[in-house]
């Protein structure tokens, strides 16, 4: 895990850095990197992970006018330990996540067979404080997360869970549908129109395997039906 994370904060840091503010690291001063995925550098084998749950950019941000806590939020270790110590938090994105009884086992407990990951790595700059990231940077991070998501992709039984609007326009998500050709599409948009990125065209999801879903970003999910993932058929499956 270690070695994959370091080649794509590389990657991450030629083509984000000036779009997105660095995470501050104490080890590696300052990182284009996504939090959830520093949460499981350690792990040896990437090799049990069975799906990915995907964001649009999670990180610490309460948006505090205390300059210590700010600075802290922007630190990559204070993050990493906030997902750690999901117990003890309330951040609505982390609170409903870790008490569902669907994903806190899956990203939590022992075997941590998914793994999450933001779509857009790093910080926000002052530009964009809140809400969806504007189209070109979407389509600059994509050749960074469909790089992670194609590494883990081997299987037919993987699945990539997209939480948010960030990822497709409501009547493309269509949950159960094939992963590699919904990279492909999204491949296909990145490589045209407002901000397009030419480099993608250098991408292949021929291999990619697994299926597609879709749900509502975490932060949105109501109590009363926190045990619902999507209310579509196909993820009646994944219950
Ligand atoms: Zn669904």
Redesign the pocket.
């Known amino acids: 895990m270690k070695d994959l994370l370091v080649d794509l904060e590389k990657k991450a840091w030629g083509l984000l850095v000036g779009k997105m503010n660095p995470f501050k690291s104490n080890k590696l001063g300052g990182v284009i990197a996504c939090p959830w995925l520093n949460w499981r550098k350690a792990d040896a084998t990437p090799g049990i992970i069975q799906g990915i749950f995907i964001m649009q950019d999670w990180y610490c941000s309460s948006n505090s006018t205390d300059s210590l806590k700010k600075s802290q939020e922007e630190s990559l270790e204070y993050n990493v330990n906030y997902i750690r110590e999901a117990c003890k938090v309330n951040d609505a994105t982390i609170y409903n996540l870790y008490n569902h009884k669907k994903w806190k086992p899956l990203i939590w407990d022992n075997k941590k067979t998914w793994l999450v990951t933001n779509a857009v790595w790093g910080l926000r700059t002052c530009d964009n404080p809140t809400g969806q990231l504007p189209v070109n940077l979407h389509k600059t991070a994509f050749q960074v997360w469909s790089q992670l998501v194609a590494k883990f992709a081997i299987m037919d039984d993987f699945k990539v869970m997209f939480a948010g609007a960030w990822s497709a326009d409501p009547e493309e998500r269509k949950?159960?549908q094939p992963l590699g050709s919904f990279l492909e599409s999204w491949r296909k948009w990145a490589g045209k129109g407002i901000g397009k990125n030419v480099e993608v065209s250098n991408l292949c999801f021929k291999d990619v395997k697994g299926k597609a879903?879709?749900?509502s970003h975490p932060a949105t999910w109501k109590r009363k039906s926190k045990y619902k993932?999507?209310?579509?058929d196909?993820?009646r499956l994944l219950d």
Do not use: Y
């Open positions: 949950c159960g879903f879709f749900c993932v999507c209310h579509c196909e993820c």
